[in-house]
């Protein structure tokens, strides 16, 4: 999960070559003539909060409902070594952010936060079951009433498999969607949902075209009302974000989000309205940061949560 020092990227190691879906996201130095651009051309700007913000690269942020923490990965200048971390708003300001209580104790085994809307389960990927802690599967962790997180439960087969699995995100209908580079797909990597059932397994299906292709898409998240989605894929360059709008049982897409061509975006975080954005992307010295962009021309601005005086 390698990232480049850009402008001269470089292949991603081995090791995450054979674990999570990231091996394309350094794997060309040539730039992407660009796509179609998504209707909505709004300009990403970098949103990463001062307590937030590092000299290390910030992805995948998560918000409880309340707006009051922030969950997110961060990893080292060159992607790895990765680690879930928390910052709370405290003080008007966002506190130096720490490892949750579930955390693994050692880096490079936790990945992609996600709170549920409801605030009361947490969804990640860990390799901790592992021993050579290269195999993600996905994860949660249950809030109790005292708002203290519970034990991590990995979920069963078929969600997981002895392929990789990133970026879950739960929908508002109960569906889990994630990206695996799972056996019997289209590509090296595609995306997939899901499903609980009444006697507690789970049914799993391949989202198929336009979601799921020949090339490599391994990340994924959706609007609350179902009808817009966000993918990273990698369709030979590097790992950019494509909008994807749902019409009737169809999904169609909508063109690449406006963002860097030279650098990879990942760990796209929509608002509760689909209305804007967060990803993240390299930042120069900065190494990596958060951005946001508008997807529409009048989003709902009280999103992202900014970290005020909490309400009386």
């Known amino acids: 999960m390698n990232r480049p020092d850009p402008p001269r990227p470089t292949a991603p190691p081995v090791q995450w070559l054979s674990t999570a879906m990231l091996a394309a996201v350094c794997a060309s130095a040539c730039a992407m003539a660009y796509q179609r651009p998504a209707p909505h051309a709004a300009e990403p700007q970098r949103w990463t909060p001062p307590g937030i913000a590092s000299d290390q690269y910030e992805s995948s942020p998560t918000f409880t409902p309340d707006g009051r923490e922030i969950y997110f990965?961060?990893?080292?200048?060159?992607?790895?070594?990765?680690?879930?971390?928390?910052?709370?708003?405290?003080?008007?300001?966002?506190?130096?952010?720490?490892?949750?209580?579930?955390?693994?104790?050692?880096?490079?085994?936790?990945?992609?936060?996600?709170?549920?809307?409801?605030?009361?389960?947490?969804?990640?990927?860990?390799?901790?079951?592992?021993?050579?802690?290269?195999?993600?599967?996905?994860?949660?962790?249950?809030?109790?009433?005292?708002?203290?997180?519970?034990?991590?439960?990995?979920?069963?087969?078929?969600?997981?498999?002895?392929?990789?699995?990133?970026?879950?995100?739960?929908?508002a209908d109960g569906r889990l969607y994630f990206g695996s580079s799972r056996a019997g797909g289209h590509g090296q990597g595609d995306l997939y949902a899901a499903t609980p059932n009444a006697d507690g397994r789970w049914s799993v299906h391949n989202l198929g075209a336009p979601l799921s292709s020949a090339a490599n898409e391994y990340e994924a998240d959706i609007a609350r009302d179902g009808r817009g989605l966000i993918a990273v894929i990698d369709r030979g360059d590097r790992s950019h974000l494509y909008r994807f709008e749902r019409r009737g049982q169809q999904w169609r897409e909508r063109g690449r989000i406006a963002a860097r061509a030279d650098v990879f975006q990942?760990?796209?975080?929509?608002?509760?309205?689909?209305?804007?954005?967060?990803f993240a992307q390299a930042d120069g010295e900065r190494s990596g940061e958060l951005f946001l962009i508008d997807l529409v021309a009048e989003p709902d601005r009280s999103w992202p949560p900014s970290c005020g005086p909490a309400a009386s």
């Open 266 to 278: 990942v760990g796209p975080l929509l608002s509760p309205r689909g209305d804007r954005l967060l």
């Open 73 to 171: 990965m961060r990893s080292d200048t060159q992607f790895a070594n990765w680690r879930i971390l928390r910052s709370r708003c405290q003080a008007g300001a966002w506190s130096k952010p720490e490892p949750p209580s579930f955390a693994a104790s050692k880096a490079g085994l936790d990945a992609d936060p996600f709170v549920t809307a409801d605030g009361r389960r947490l969804y990640f990927v860990s390799a901790r079951h592992d021993p050579k802690g290269e195999d993600l599967d996905i994860y949660y962790v249950q809030r109790d009433a005292d708002g203290a997180w519970g034990e991590p439960q990995r979920l069963p087969e078929p969600v997981n498999s002895p392929a990789a699995e990133l970026l879950p995100r739960l929908s």
